[in-house]
């Protein structure tokens, strides 16, 4: 019986996907036993060093491998779309900050609710960090895109739209900082507690959503990268859907193994740093890990434009859309770490920005400063606040 022309296109797709998930069948199988050895001893509290390394390890190749499978996904589901890498890069970045968004807004809420202050600090410093990763990895794309290049370019949605939206993003976050300055400087009582207005979080969070459909139904030019449509749309989606649900429990057991080594060894961590910064920092670098995945990836294959899109995008995310989410419904403290970090993120993106719209090229020396320059922020984060 000779096969239909759409039997033979389910089965060339088919193929595909098989291709795609390129992982050997011993190292699926082989990680598949780790990850239920490691719900089975997270969940019966048994030998927590053991739940670390696992959940770690396990992480790790969720946040990795998935991310392949994600890259190829959202690239040709863009192309069918006619939407462009940078956009494709957006998405991407957008669905890989959910996880991040929901755990850092779980954990702000309950402690807003059970009275905790230094966890909803640690929530929200964890927000604010990850987007300090987000431009060490951005750094690092620029480093091995740039490899036996001069330079590379910035795509072209980063000069026309995202420097107008990282100029308001500044003025925003010196806004903010500087409120907080002031509510210290003129508080009546030294116990007093200062909150960003939740309007103000409402506005953040909506100037990103203004943002994202300028970007999407912007026109098209002659020399606008389109995203290459590698699979059929079904292939696409089942890629992505894979993909992303690795990438969101990546970040699930990464935040998890993380909130567990607070727990069990605050002692030890309290010996040589603030435990409140150890805990955002190692939040936020598991937050960022998944977008790691992606963003390198893509970069490492000659896709600039997702790459740098799922990275830029990544860090105006954080601070607007996933911080302004939480501030809507739990009230950001403005405290020591949180301006301390606010105001960073805003000479940080300052210094991107320039390095953007300079000359519309990237290289190898400005992406070293640019991870040199968070790497300092951290120091001074960690080492800098008294414990």
Excluded at 58 to 68: D, H, I, K, V, Y
Excluded at 132 to 137: A, P, Q, S
Excluded at 356 to 364: C, E, G, K, P, S
């Amino acid at each position: 019986m000779t096969e239909t022309p759409n039997s033979e296109h389910q089965e060339h797709g088919y193929k595909k996907i098989s291709d795609s998930l390129a992982a050997s069948k011993k190292e699926m199988i082989f990680f598949l036993m780790l990850i239920i050895l490691y719900f089975y001893l997270r969940f019966s509290g048994i030998e927590a060093t053991l739940v670390i390394v696992l959940g770690l390890l396990c992480g790790t190749w969720l946040a990795f491998r998935p991310s392949e499978w994600a890259v190829e996904g959202i690239e040709s589901g863009a192309g069918h779309l006619g939407l462009t890498a940078y956009v494709a890069g957006m998405f991407s970045s957008l669905a890989s900050n959910m996880p991040e968004a929901a755990i850092s807004g779980i954990a702000a809420y309950s402690g807003e609710i059970t009275n905790q202050p230094e966890l909803k600090t640690i929530a929200v410093l964890s927000v604010l960090i990850a987007a300090g990763f987000n431009m060490i990895l951005l750094g690092l794309t620029i480093i091995i895109s740039t490899k036996g290049k001069d330079d590379m370019p910035v795509p072209e949605e980063a000069i026309k739209k995202d420097s107008v939206l990282l100029r308001w993003t500044i003025v925003a976050l010196i806004s903010i900082f500087a409120l907080g300055i002031v509510d210290v400087a003129f508080a009546e009582s030294a116990n007093a507690q200062f909150f960003i207005p939740w309007e103000a979080s409402f506005i953040l969070f909506f100037s990103y959503i203004i943002y994202a459909y300028s970007l999407v139904t912007e026109d098209k030019t002659e020399d606008t990268e389109i995203a290459e449509a590698h699979h059929s749309r079904r292939t696409a989606a089942i890629l992505a859907v894979i993909g992303f649900i690795g990438i969101f429990l990546a970040g699930e057991i990464l935040t998890s193994s993380v909130e567990i080594l607070l727990h069990e060894y605050n002692h030890i961590i309290s010996d040589f740093a603030n435990p409140v910064t150890i805990a955002a920092v190692i939040l936020g670098a598991a937050g960022a890990i998944p977008e790691h995945g992606i963003a390198l990836i893509a970069a490492a294959k000659g896709k600039i434009g997702l790459a740098v899109g799922n990275l830029i995008g990544g860090v105006l995310q954080i601070i607007l859309l996933v911080s302004g989410g939480i501030g809507i419904f739990v009230p950001i403290p403005m405290n020591r770490y949180v301006l301390f970090q606010l105001i960073v993120i805003a000479g940080s993106l300052w210094f991107l920005k320039r390095a953007i719209t300079d000359d519309h090229h990237l290289d190898l020396f400005e992406g070293a400063m640019i991870i040199l320059l968070q790497a300092y922020v951290f120091a001074l984060l960690i080492w800098g606040t008294p414990i």
